[in-house]
């Protein structure tokens, strides 16, 4: 009775706050919005910002009311893996099959850009800043990049493509996936807004959505990947974020692009363990650090789905010494 309380008081105070914290002014006079109106560099003006600013208000509210009630924040389902998410909510898949390129001897050269066939590069976004790198996060893996932009701003295509994927994809939100003539991808993820269809051809440069904040995410951003045959890459391999350009127009990619690739590799074999058979028939699985109902699922022929039905888990949290029956 009294979390509902609290509740229905923060709620109250943040409606009262909002409509005031809307019209404010700066010192100099100039509403923000207005301000964004005059912005020569956005595409996009007036009502998608405004919506964006409302969009964004709305998840803040929401998540100090769940914080007041102790129920999970984003913040707790950004630890999730993404690859868990996505076996949850997508029957399609989203990415390629990896390919190993643990023993890759040779390096693979890529031309980014090609004067030639008129084959160009843009960079994704303006006015932007790096909040979050590529790595290891928390107790998951961040294969991509994070950029923080205001919701509605336009992002753009890196090169020339097809447009592979462009829906709603779980832990992504909206994405936007294009294929490259070189085998490369590239994932634009948490999108306000998707302005292609899949199997659309696009160009560098043009606008394939505006940046937002769906999906698992704290706040407005992109989530940025870039992909060679399912394999990420540390998109610092590849772009100056400094500059905002290309490293160079070439892109020569040898096993050490690809080395947490085969770090992962070598702690999913080391969690390799047996299965164990209960008193009721069942065969289980002891949880060991570092492993996800997805790579338990891949390991014994099953799916996130059926584990979760199986042990009655809502969500994808497991824990290090647990018991899963996964038959």
Not at 172 to 187: K, P, S
Not at 308 to 315: H, M, V
């Amino acid at each position: 009775m009294l979390n509902i309380k609290r509740i229905i008081l923060v709620n109250t105070l943040l409606l009262l706050i909002t409509p005031l914290m809307s019209f404010a002014q700066t010192r100099d006079g100039i509403h923000e919005r207005g301000m964004m109106r005059n912005r020569t560099n956005v595409q996009t003006e007036g009502s998608d910002y405004t919506i964006g600013i409302v969009k964004d208000t709305t998840r803040l509210r929401n998540s100090l009311i769940r914080f007041i009630s102790n129920s999970p924040t984003d913040d707790d389902a950004a630890a999730e893996s993404e690859d868990d998410i996505l076996l949850q909510t997508s029957s399609k898949s989203i990415h390629r099959v990896k390919k190993d390129f643990s023993n890759l001897t040779e390096p693979i050269a890529l031309d980014l850009i090609d004067e030639k066939g008129k084959r160009y590069f843009s960079f994704p976004l303006e006015n932007y800043r790096v909040t979050s790198n590529f790595g290891p996060r928390r107790r998951r893996y961040h294969y991509g990049i994070d950029l923080g932009l205001r919701t509605g701003e336009p992002i753009k295509a890196m090169f020339d493509g097809r447009v592979r994927v462009a829906r709603r994809a779980g832990a992504y939100g909206n994405l936007v996936v294009i294929e490259h003539y070189n085998q490369l991808e590239t994932y634009y993820a948490h999108l306000s807004k998707i302005d292609v269809e899949e199997n659309q051809m696009i160009k560098a440069g043009e606008v394939l959505g505006l940046g937002g904040n769906t999906g698992r995410s704290t706040g407005p951003h992109l989530h940025l990947e870039i992909r060679y045959e399912g394999a990420a890459i540390n998109p610092t391999d590849v772009l100056d974020f400094t500059k905002s350009t290309l490293i160079a127009e070439r892109l020569e990619l040898t096993r050490d692009n690809f080395r947490h690739q085969s770090t992962r590799n070598s702690n999913a074999r080391l969690a390799n363990n047996k299965t164990t058979t209960g008193k009721n028939g069942g065969k289980y699985v002891t949880v060991r650090r570092g492993e996800t109902l997805s790579s338990i699922a891949k390991r014994n022929n099953t799916t996130v789905n059926k584990l979760a039905r199986l042990n009655n888990i809502k969500g994808s949290k497991i824990k290090a010494g647990q018991k899963l029956r996964v038959r």
